[in-house]
């Protein structure tokens, strides 16, 4: 299995500011995704987080909003942009790494709250 | 479109067995994903089913139905600690996980 780290934990946020989330893996994976999850609510995919290339984003979700970076096999990092209280949730990076996709991990999550 | 139906909250009396449902629609099919997530926490993998049939791993066990675009997630000798969101999720054709909203299992003394 893949243990994974993110940071921060939580952080409370002002409107309009930016915070950048981290993702890091313990060994090198195939697909990092980036969820969110609102409270009381099941999982949002924003984008798979490509190696090398850009970020796949899904529909609702913009670049310029969620910028995404994967420098390697193993980090990963998402920046909430320009921040309003509806971005309050809880953000998950995710790897898979069985060769069938078959393996999917979750870090702990990021809690954001804005004011 | 695709979508995933599983219900909305269950209870269940300590040391019972209970059956979470789940069924899905997706672009092609790649598996079927079991997660427990306790509130506040991130989600933790259950199961894996690609292959009709039942499987089982310890008191969780999971089955599959293709055919039928059917899974469930089956729960022995329930323990408070069982009690938590049980998320399904199908990967469809292009590996992408589709998630279903979650069932919270109230567990009763």
């Known amino acids: 299995s893949a243990v994974i780290s993110q940071k921060p934990s939580r952080d409370i946020c002002q409107r309009g500011t930016s915070l950048t989330i981290q993702c890091q893996v313990d060994?090198?994976?195939?697909?990092m995704f980036w969820y969110r999850q609102q409270p009381g609510q099941s999982l949002t995919l924003i984008a798979t987080?490509?190696?090398?290339?850009?970020?796949?984003?899904e529909s609702g979700f913009v670049i310029d909003k969620f910028p995404i970076s994967r420098p390697n096999l193993t980090f990963s990092t998402l920046t909430v942009s320009n921040m309003s209280p509806e971005d309050s949730s809880i953000y998950l990076c995710?790897?898979?790494?069985?060769?069938?996709?078959?393996?999917?991990?979750f870090g702990p999550g990021t809690r954001l709250t804005v004011l | 479109g695709q979508n995933i139906d599983q219900p909305t909250e269950m209870t269940a009396t300590e040391g019972a067995i209970v059956q979470i449902n789940c069924t899905y629609q997706?672009?092609?099919?790649?598996?079927l994903f079991w997660y427990q997530q306790h509130a506040g926490e991130a989600p933790t993998f259950l199961s894996y089913?690609?292959l009709d049939g039942l499987e089982e791993k310890g008191r969780f066990s999971s089955f599959l139905s293709r055919s039928k675009g059917y899974s469930y997630l089956l729960l022995k000798e329930l323990q408070m600690k069982d009690s938590a969101s049980y998320l399904c999720?199908?990967?469809?054709?292009?590996?992408?996980?589709?998630w279903g909203a979650g069932t919270k299992l109230i567990i009763k003394p």
């Open positions: 995710s790897v898979t790494s069985g060769e069938d996709y078959n393996e999917q991990f």
């Open positions: 060994s090198q994976v195939t697909m």
């Open positions: 987080a490509n190696q090398g290339s850009e970020a796949t984003y």
């Open positions: 997706t672009s092609g099919f790649n598996g």
């Open positions: 089913n690609v």
């Open positions: 999720a199908a990967l469809d054709s292009n590996y992408q996980l589709i």
